[in-house]
């Protein structure tokens, strides 16, 4: 037995920072980056090392809690997945600036692709925008090793360091060596600097010079500095790679012979480019290809236009994920070899994800549907985006856009004299990460709409994490819990009912009465409240043979389409719905759906309430 | 590098699993990359998460050996393990000639003119059995037993190694672990 561990991405980022003694560690979760927090609670455990690791309520929150350890001169690490970075891009912005005394990291997950995103941006680019160093690892191990280099950049320069991996590194897991540890300790101390820690704009003119001149001497810095994997001689042509880009070249370079035709260069911090580097590039290839995802943040670092190609060249495509077919077919042509006419992988296709079976969030929907079936439905992000499927989300914009879009269609149609229902749908998690705003601003506006809270009691999508509702921390320990009615109704709120959406009857006669009052006062609120189903699975197992389909049964199809439970599923031969007992949580709730009354319980009395 | 005593040194595996959210494909590629480390050999996955696995299409890609990237390229890997059946048609493309294929289906399953499909109807198998979450693990004793471990053309690892890794996994006793073992055992029985 080897005494190599088998260790995910953010599993490794995990280790690395608390390896090098992070002390604080806050997150907001959001795929690919959900695990990293988990992880560093578990790590956390394992070396006996005293920190505070927290689920923050959202990014910028995560991002300013992290960052002020990092100013107590502790090490402290904040992570994120991309559009996290957006939510507390005004601090980071700030927070490049004003610096840092101790070590301060930003772990910034990207996803090309996208795979489970809105975009494909590059976190690069807002480093560059901040003038933040960046380090871009190309797989969980070398993601493992910049989490310490990263704190020791920014200790070195006083500035806060970004880490910028992406799906494939994250979500990558790979052999390696995990020896015991103990991480370094130390005391917080801040020292107050008015002129630094508050600084006013004379003041940030001056620490903005400060910051340009540590950015030209990061550009210096040898730790970081990019390696040439195949040392030897100065060919005519050059490949510049980063992250997991370098990962498959690399590995091509090896199945088609280009070790020793090709030069072979690691980026491994993009922002700044080492400035050397650059000259050396330009003095000792004649071509170079710039392989990075998923902007060209490196290539526009190179200077000769003539002679660099990439992204800003067209040659490399400039959206969607690098996959290592793509490098092929773009090293093939570099080097002059037969361009392989190997189609593109496989991808998309097959059967769309859909609510789990058992999930409240498919009553919710249904129930709306029936109660306004003509109103306009905007959602958001989480889980319950699927009820895209069932027709009961129509806008997905951003964390907390149900809100504050609800209220733009309500004054948009105002203006033209339309009256239209309006029924918003948001998760507990997303409502108090960025629904409070919004939520203030409509009762204040006089907006008119129903907003349907999803309260699960979890952060489901991203794999359970705790929300501030339910008086849980990152590492299972009891903590405050807020009052979701009460903080609806301080927000000025006058409607607010709490229901179980899976007794759908009684859930669409609240949702009527609800639409009725916001027509005459304003936001009303209808807290759906019912726990997730995969952690009501977990804890309580499934019922098997609870539902059944009795002969009346007459392939109508209302179920399948209308409530598409994945338990529901329709034999074609039969023209007929049977129960897939493979997967039916034996919840009950699609009793309710089927117009003729076909599906029955089996089982005596209701297992949920 | 670190490779095994007894182990051929140059092997290299690439294997690609294809399910939809809620079938443990997820676990099973861990396992799988759990036993190749015991064996002594490198190894690099590469996982779903996210929306997809809500029952969406969730693919891993596992490889075994020298490699440096985390991703299966089209027409390259040597096995491809399906846990639903729609999904064949959607990933065959990964399968190197004469890689194999196996699939959990009921009925025989078309692997095309260059490879040779092994099915198992592990869905009916788990459920008759009791153990309906175990379906991977069925279907991973038959792909065991039908393509051999360890050995040249078979996968890098043999039963014993995966219930090693069980064994790790469940902390090496219990009801859990005893499951795992008996779905185990019965892939393995219908593909010997």
Known sequence: ?609 | MNSGIGKPPLLRRQVVLSGVGGQGILFLSRLLAEAAIAGGFPVLTSETHGMAQRGGVVVSHLKVGEFESPLVRAGRADLLLVLKEENVPLHLGFLSDGGALVVNAADPVDAGPRNVAHTIDADALAVAAGMPHAVNLVLLGFALARLGGSAAGGIFCGAGEIRDALSRRHGGTGSRLAASFAALDLGIAHGT
């Open chain 1, 1 to 609: 037995m080897s005494g190599r561990i088998l260790m995910q991405g953010n599993d490794a980022i995990a280790r690395g920072l608390v390896e090098a003694g992070c002390a604080v560690a806050a997150s907001y979760p959001g795929t690919p980056a959900s695990e990293i927090l988990s992880s560093i609670d578990r790590w956390r455990k394992r070396s006996g090392s005293t920190m505070h690791v927290e689920w923050a309520v959202n990014e910028k929150v995560a991002f300013e809690i992290a960052y002020t350890a990092g100013i107590s001169g502790l090490r402290a690490a904040v992570a994120m997945k991309q559009v996290g970075l957006n939510v507390a891009s005004d601090p980071f912005l700030s927070a490049a600036y004003l610096g840092v005394t101790g070590g301060f990291l930003v772990v910034s997950a990207d996803d090309p692709g996208p795979h489970s995103s809105q975009t494909e941006q590059d976190s690069r680019l807002l480093a560059m925008m901040a003038k933040v160093p960046v380090l871009d690892p190309s797989s969980p191990s070398q993601a493992m090793a910049l989490a310490g280099a990263g704190f020791e950049l920014s200790e070195a320069f006083g500035v806060p360091v970004m880490l910028r991996p992406t799906t494939r590194v994250c979500h990558a897991s790979q052999d390696v060596d995990a020896p015991p540890f103990h991480p370094p300790a130390r005391e917080a101390r801040f020292v107050k600097d008015p002129a630094r820690w508050a600084a006013t704009p004379a003041f940030r003119r001056k620490l903005h010079d400060l910051l340009a001149g540590k950015i030209a001497e990061i550009g210096s810095w040898t730790a970081t500095a990019p390696i040439r994997v195949n040392p030897g001689g100065a060919p005519a042509k050059a490949v510049v790679a980063s992250g997991v880009a370098f990962a498959h070249a690399r590995e091509l370079f090896g199945e088609l012979g280009l070790t020793d035709r090709i030069a072979l260069y690691q980026v491994i911090q993009p922002y700044p480019l080492h400035a050397a580097f650059v000259e050396h590039l330009l003095d000792s290839h004649h071509e170079i290809l710039v392989l990075e995802e998923s902007a060209p943040v490196i290539e526009m670092q190179i200077a000769d236009r003539r002679r660099v190609r990439g992204r800003m060249t067209g040659t490399v495509p400039g959206t969607g994920e690098l996959l290592p077919e793509i490098i092929e077919r773009l090293l093939s042509l570099f080097a002059g070899l037969p361009v392989p006419d190997g189609a593109l992988p496989p991808q998309g296709g097959g059967r769309r994800p859909t609510l789990c079976p058992g999930c409240a969030h498919r009553s919710a929907f249904y129930a709306i549907r029936k109660a306004v079936p003509r109103g306009i439905y905007p959602s958001d992000i989480g889980c319950y985006t699927l009820g895209i499927n069932l027709g009961a989300v129509d806008t997905v914009l951003c964390m907390g856009a149900a809100v504050s879009q609800a209220a733009g269609f309500d004054y948009a149609h105002r203006l033209s004299g339309k009256q239209v229902d309006i029924v918003a749908t948001i998760g507990d998690s997303t409502f108090y990460h960025a629904g409070i705003p919004p939520l203030i601003d409509a009762v204040v506006q006089g907006a008119r709409f129903v907003l349907v809270i999803l309260d699960n009691g979890t952060t489901a999508m991203t794999g359970n994490q705790p929300t501030p509702g339910t008086g849980i921390g990152a590492g299972g320990e009891t903590t405050a819990a807020v009052d979701m009615e009460g903080l609806v109704r301080a927000c000025g709120v006058r409607f607010c009912r709490v229901a179980n959406p899976d007794r759908i009857p009684e859930f669409v006669s609240l949702l009527k009465e609800a639409v009725a009052r916001s027509r005459e006062e304003g936001v009303a609120v209808v807290i759906a409240r019912q726990p997730c189903a995969m952690v009501t699975l977990a804890a309580r197992g499934k019922e098997p043979g609870a539902v059944v389909i009795a002969a009346e049964c007459n392939g109508c199809r209302h179920c399948v389409d209308r409530f598409e439970c994945p338990a529901l599923v329709f034999d074609e031969t039969s023209n007929r719905v049977r129960v897939d007992e493979m997967i039916c949580t034996g919840c009950g709730v699609c009793v309710h759906v089927c117009p003729v009354g076909a599906i029955r319980r089996e089982s005596a009395g209701e297992r949920r309430s």
